[in-house]
Each structure stands twice: as structure tokens, then as C-alpha cells.
């Protein structure tokens, strides 16, 4: 497995929560980005971040809430994600190899984990 994300959970509205990506092989030093599926929805774009972590931007319905960040001596991408709302719950996806918000330039994905925000 060289995608493996987790960290997800049962939360209530207002309340924090850090998902986990940890990498290997390939792409454990390449731009990285998180996405997510709501269901009923198309999965779409949260977060991306460059391979030495310099460089980020957000989706705008998250931007302000959630941080993405990496440490590269432990192969691992972060989303924290702050304020959760009831539309923030979904299945999170990490995905490697692209610097970006489309979704067709990531080349690996891990397997997603749940996140619901209870009201």
C-alpha cells in the first residue's frame, strides 16, 4: 500500500479532527492533496500541497478551517481540519503525484476514510 490514509471519525459540529496520509515508495516526497466524496456527490478537491510543504492553497469552502501540511522525515500528509461543519462530512481521500485541484493529475490514491460531523 503506498497511500494510507486515516484519522476519521464521528465528530459534532465545532470540533477538530487531523486526518493522516502516509506514503511510500514513489511518493513519499511528491506534491500531495486531499479530496473528499459527500455522498450522493462527486468526489471534489479540499487541499494540496508541494513536495517540500512550501507551497498550499484551499478549496474555498474550506479555506480559514482546515491546514494541510507534511512531514517529510515521516513520509506523512496532515489535514487538520478546525470548526467542522455538518457539510464537511464525507469519505477523505489523499492522492499523490500532482500539485493541484484536478483530481485527473494525481497518479495514486489511498483508500479513503470517513468523516461524519454530527449537528
Known amino acids: 500500500v503506498q497511500l494510507q490514509a486515516f484519522g476519521g471519525g464521528l465528530v459534532q459540529a465545532g470540533d477538530s479532527l487531523r486526518l493522516s496520509c502516509a506514503a511510500s515508495?514513489?511518493?513519499?516526497?511528491?506534491?500531495m492533496g486531499w479530496f473528499r466524496q459527500a455522498p450522493g456527490k462527486e468526489r471534489g478537491f479540499v487541499a494540496t500541497i508541494s513536495g517540500t510543504g512550501g507551497s498550499s492553497y484551499y478549496a474555498d469552502s474550506v479555506k480559514g478551517r482546515f491546514t494541510i501540511s507534511r512531514d517529510n522525515v515521516k513520509n506523512t500528509v496532515y489535514l487538520q481540519m478546525n470548526s467542522l461543519k455538518p457539510e464537511d462530512t464525507a469519505v477523505y481521500y489523499c492522492?499523490?503525484?500532482?500539485?493541484?485541484?484536478?483530481?485527473?493529475?494525481?497518479?495514486?490514491w489511498g483508500q479513503g476514510t470517513l468523516v461524519t460531523v454530527s449537528s
Open positions: 515508495g514513489t511518493w513519499h516526497r511528491a506534491p
Open positions: 492522492a499523490a503525484g500532482y500539485y493541484g485541484s484536478n483530481s485527473d493529475g494525481y497518479r495514486a
